[in-house]
């Protein structure tokens, strides 16, 4: 079945700290993978997106994430982290193939510490 | 952009009764649309895959009867929620795909449901 996974259920970084989020994806073919933010009641917000080509992908707020087809990842980093990043963060992926969901990892919540 | 509308963005209501919740696509056609569930603290669980003029695919686990949802035109999708009870409550957050489009959803805002 196709899944994804993030093994953090939740992590703290120091404020201006560099950060990593896992991200582990289970599909026949190689998906589209997506990573989301979330602050607390609110809707979500894509960070970047990966297709194909170039296998390190830069999005928006300073994000990057790798894709790794060897190691089925799709890591998430920035360099310094900043308060305001603490938020909720979903990895997603989707077949490539018109009219299928997006199915979301559990979720990381990043904590910023000062 | 691609902007999806969702409406209401909360509402409350109280057990038994029914709650639509609205999911359209602003400037682009969408020949499908997914409908998530997310209870606090967890994540986006799809709740059902709705494709304009057809009947939706719910995944396991999802009772259709109680989950109504409908996409009559390109651009609207609606989701009703028919005898809530309080376990129904939750955020709905809606997403749709261009016509013909492969990987780029677009999010509605969500529907926070609360049923008393």
């Known amino acids: 079945a196709q899944s994804v996974t993030q093994p953090d259920i939740h992590i703290t970084v120091s404020e201006g700290a560099s950060l990593e989020l896992r991200c582990n994806y289970s599909?026949?073919?190689?998906?589209?993978l997506f990573w989301y933010v979330q602050s607390p009641g609110q809707g979500l917000q894509l960070l970047l997106k990966?297709?194909?080509?170039?296998?390190l992908v830069q999005g928006i707020k300073g994000f990057e994430a790798e894709f790794k087809r060897s190691q089925s990842s799709f890591n998430l980093r920035k360099p310094s982290v900043h308060w305001s990043d603490a938020a909720e963060y979903f990895c997603a992926a989707a077949a490539n193939q018109a009219g299928t969901a997006l199915i979301f990892g559990k979720g990381t919540t990043l904590s910023v510490s000062s | 952009g691609a902007v999806v509308s969702q409406h209401p963005s909360w509402v409350i209501c109280k057990s038994g009764t029914s709650v639509k919740i609205e999911c359209r696509s602003l400037d682009f056609q969408a020949t499908t649309m997914f409908w998530y569930r997310q209870f606090p603290k967890q994540s986006l669980m799809l709740m059902a895959t709705?494709?304009?003029?057809?009947?939706?695919?719910?995944e396991q686990g999802v009772e259709k009867d109680k989950f109504l949802i409908n996409h009559a035109s390109l651009t609207l999708s609606t989701l009703t929620v028919t005898s809530a009870h309080p376990e129904d409550s939750s955020f709905y957050i809606c997403?749709?795909?261009?016509?013909?489009?492969?990987?780029?959803?677009?999010f509605g805002s969500g529907t926070r449901l609360t049923v008393v």
């Open positions: 990966y297709f194909s080509g170039d296998t």
């Open positions: 599909y026949g073919a190689t998906p589209y």
């Open positions: 709705s494709n304009e003029g057809s009947k939706a695919t719910y």
């Open positions: 997403s749709a795909t261009k016509t013909g489009g492969i990987g780029g959803y677009t």
